[in-house]
């Protein structure tokens, strides 16, 4: 019954549709018929899964926002794995979510060799983003899967919540990014790309991290 009503919802771009008293094993079943290859998000609390299909606009400054990090970790020469909106459940937790992007960038090695994670024996992402267009952000099930450092991008800002006792703060520096002010920096060339382009962009901040690099030293 879960999975035929399920069939018939359509979730415009920028809604999004509330499931109550979804079990584990249903949660698990929705995925697979879902598949890995589709637009919308989902996010599992403790029962509840929500389904969220985002605009193009959110699109557009997530794939941005994470090659603008990719950038960086690339002039760092900083092995990464980028593993885009994969799903990241607990089922002792009853949780699960699915990032608009993610990294592994200090636990990169412990998952490099592998295909599917689990995270009641793999780490959770270092780094996870979320374009907060559609307030989808879930920070409490980010903080139950102990994901060290979260992203949320919201009305035209970018804010850093590193994970402490447990709990989201709000801070001016990036943990994998120590000595980088990147709060307004990746909001200036997010903005930028819309009128000089991605691949402008793209140089012109990995020129702004090698000057940083080259001042610092």
Same mark, same amino acid.
């Given at each position: 019954?879960?999975?035929?009503?399920?069939?018939?919802?359509?979730?415009?771009?920028?809604?999004?549709?509330?499931?109550?008293?979804?079990?584990?094993? $249903? =949660?698990?079943?929705?995925?697979?018929? !879902? &598949?890995?290859?589709?637009?919308?998000?989902? %996010?599992?609390?403790? /029962? @509840?899964?929500?389904?969220?299909?985002?605009?193009?606009?959110?699109?557009?400054?997530?794939?941005?926002?994470?090659?603008?990090?990719?950038?960086?970790?690339? $002039? =760092?020469?900083?092995?990464?794995?980028? !593993? &885009?909106?994969?799903?990241?459940?607990?089922? %002792?937790?009853?949780? /699960? @979510?699915?990032?608009?992007?993610?990294?592994?960038?200090?636990?990169?090695?412990?998952?490099?060799?592998?295909?599917?994670?689990?995270?009641?024996?793999?780490?959770?992402?270092?780094?996870?983003?979320?374009?907060?267009?559609?307030?989808?952000?879930?920070?409490?099930?980010?903080?139950?899967?102990?994901?060290?450092?979260?992203?949320?991008?919201?009305?035209?800002?970018?804010?850093?919540?590193?994970?402490?006792?447990?709990?989201?703060?709000?801070?001016?520096?990036?943990?994998?990014?120590?000595?980088?002010?990147?709060?307004?920096?990746?909001?200036?060339?997010?903005?930028?790309?819309?009128?000089?382009?991605?691949?402008?962009?793209?140089?012109?901040?990995?020129?702004?991290?090698?000057?940083?690099?080259?001042?610092?030293?």
């Amino acid at each position: 019954m879960m999975l035929l009503e399920l069939k018939r919802i359509h979730v415009p771009p920028g809604q999004r549709v509330l499931l109550q008293d979804v079990t584990w094993q $249903e =949660l698990e079943t929705i995925l697979e018929e !879902l &598949g890995e290859h589709r637009g919308a998000r989902i %996010a599992y609390d403790r /029962g @509840i899964l929500e389904i969220m299909a985002p605009l193009p606009e959110h699109e557009y400054d997530k794939e941005i926002i994470g090659d603008l990090v990719k950038a960086l970790l690339e $002039e =760092l020469n900083r092995e990464f794995i980028s !593993l &885009g909106s994969t799903t990241f459940k607990n089922q %002792a937790m009853a949780q /699960g @979510i699915e990032p608009d992007q993610c990294f592994y960038i200090q636990n990169e090695s412990r998952i490099r060799e592998k295909k599917r994670l689990d995270l009641t024996v793999d780490p959770p992402p270092d780094l996870a983003l979320e374009v907060d267009i559609t307030s989808r952000t879930h920070p409490d099930i980010y903080q139950a899967l102990k994901v060290s450092e979260l992203w949320r991008f919201d009305k035209g800002k970018l804010q850093i919540n590193i994970l402490q006792d447990g709990h989201y703060i709000e801070s001016q520096e990036s943990i994998n990014f120590p000595g980088f002010s990147l709060n307004e920096v990746i909001t200036y060339y997010l903005e930028q790309s819309m009128t000089a382009g991605r691949n402008a962009t793209i140089k012109a901040f990995r020129l702004w991290v090698q000057k940083q690099l080259h001042t610092n030293n």
